[in-house]
């Protein structure tokens, strides 16, 4: 047990989001005190003491959650209404192109068709249906759909992109979910009580599907921009029309031909 440090409020807030490696302090390894890459976006890379405990005490981020848990027996409940086959009724020789369903490391079953379940459930979780520490890993390589819900996992929040176009909102495929209705509820949330129904703020976010969390191993199997301009980018590079062999050989022929031409206007000078 610790005294909780009540010096300032960014103090306390601080210490309660503290993390410590259970490794012996004086050890000379470098390796468990450095920054991994899985740390991304869920652990603050600046925020450790010095000395001894360099690296080993780690603070988690502004928007880091780590999740409490949810009952799994309503979610494979679900899958069983969705046409999943429990694991006492599966028959390999039949179907052995199945998908494997995994609800926390536990095989419950097999599905048909995993790309209409996958997204079934992702639409429910941003609906907040079902919980939004859910966790959604669909590994296509192995056939398996793996669902998380269990405590102890890192968390952050992403904006969401819209998979296809969105006739009810007018949204392009590749476009956020947020839109300037969701900015003129928060900018009005200034002037509403908080325990009022009409308050938007953050859960009104997620309730909207604009944001949701995802851990880390869920990151795994996501597209994620770092930036607005970047997702940008790649709504212009989808909408351009796809090249032909062609034409991708004749660029890679014109490109040849400048290179060539002014190396031989460098040589003459």
Same mark, same amino acid.
């Given at each position: 047990?610790?005294?909780?440090?009540?010096?300032?409020?960014?103090?306390?807030?601080?210490?309660?989001?503290?993390?410590?490696?259970?490794?012996?302090?004086?050890?000379?390894?470098?390796?468990?005190? #450095?920054?991994?890459?899985?740390?991304?976006?869920?652990?603050?890379?600046?925020?450790?003491?010095?000395?001894?405990?360099?690296?080993?005490?780690?603070?988690?981020?502004?928007?880091?959650?780590?999740?409490?848990?949810?009952?799994? /027996?309503?979610i494979?409940?679900?899958?069983i #209404?969705?046409?999943?086959?429990?694991?006492?009724?599966?028959?390999?020789?039949?179907?052995?192109?199945?998908?494997?369903?995994?609800?926390?490391?536990t095989?419950?079953?097999?599905?048909? /068709?995993?790309?209409?379940?996958?997204?079934?459930?992702? %639409?429910?979780?941003?609906?907040?249906?079902?919980?939004?520490?859910?966790?959604?890993?669909?590994?296509?390589? /192995?056939r398996?759909?793996?669902?998380?819900?269990?405590?102890?996992?890192?968390?952050?929040?992403?904006?969401?992109?819209?998979?296809? %176009?969105?006739?009810?909102?007018g949204?392009?495929?590749?476009?956020?979910?947020?839109?300037?209705?969701?900015?003129?509820?928060?900018?009005?949330?200034?002037?509403?009580?908080?325990? %009022?129904?009409?308050?938007?703020?953050? %859960?009104?976010l997620?309730?909207?599907?604009?944001?949701?969390?995802?851990?880390?191993?869920?990151?795994?199997?996501?597209?994620?921009?770092?930036?607005?301009?970047?997702?940008?980018?790649?709504?212009?590079?989808?909408?351009?029309?796809?090249?032909?062999?062609?034409?991708?050989?004749?660029?890679?022929?014109? #490109?040849?031909?400048? /290179?060539?031409?002014?190396?031989?206007?460098?040589?003459?000078?």
């Amino acid at each position: 047990s610790q005294v909780l440090n009540r010096y300032t409020f960014s103090s306390t807030l601080s210490h309660l989001r503290r993390t410590n490696t259970p490794i012996g302090r004086d050890g000379k390894l470098a390796k468990p005190r #450095q920054l991994h890459n899985t740390h991304w976006g869920l652990v603050c890379p600046a925020e450790t003491p010095e000395g001894q405990a360099c690296g080993l005490v780690k603070n988690l981020s502004l928007m880091c959650y780590v999740s409490v848990g949810t009952p799994a /027996d309503p979610i494979k409940d679900f899958m069983i #209404q969705r046409n999943m086959e429990v694991l006492e009724e599966y028959e390999p020789a039949s179907n052995p192109f199945a998908t494997k369903i995994f609800i926390n490391g536990t095989w419950v079953g097999v599905h048909q /068709d995993p790309k209409h379940l996958v997204s079934l459930v992702q %639409d429910l979780r941003r609906k907040s249906i079902i919980s939004h520490e859910v966790s959604l890993v669909r590994d296509i390589r /192995d056939r398996e759909f793996k669902i998380f819900s269990d405590a102890g996992r890192v968390m952050r929040p992403l904006f969401v992109v819209e998979q296809e %176009d969105n006739p009810e909102t007018g949204a392009q495929k590749g476009s956020l979910v947020l839109n300037k209705e969701h900015i003129r509820r928060l900018e009005a949330d200034q002037n509403i009580n908080p325990a %009022d129904d009409d308050y938007f703020g953050w %859960d009104g976010l997620q309730h909207s599907g604009v944001i949701e969390y995802l851990d880390a191993e869920e990151e795994e199997t996501a597209m994620i921009c770092m930036s607005p301009e970047e997702l940008e980018e790649y709504r212009q590079e989808k909408g351009r029309p796809k090249k032909t062999e062609e034409q991708r050989q004749q660029e890679k022929m014109e #490109q040849l031909e400048r /290179d060539g031409t002014s190396l031989n206007a460098r040589l003459k000078t």
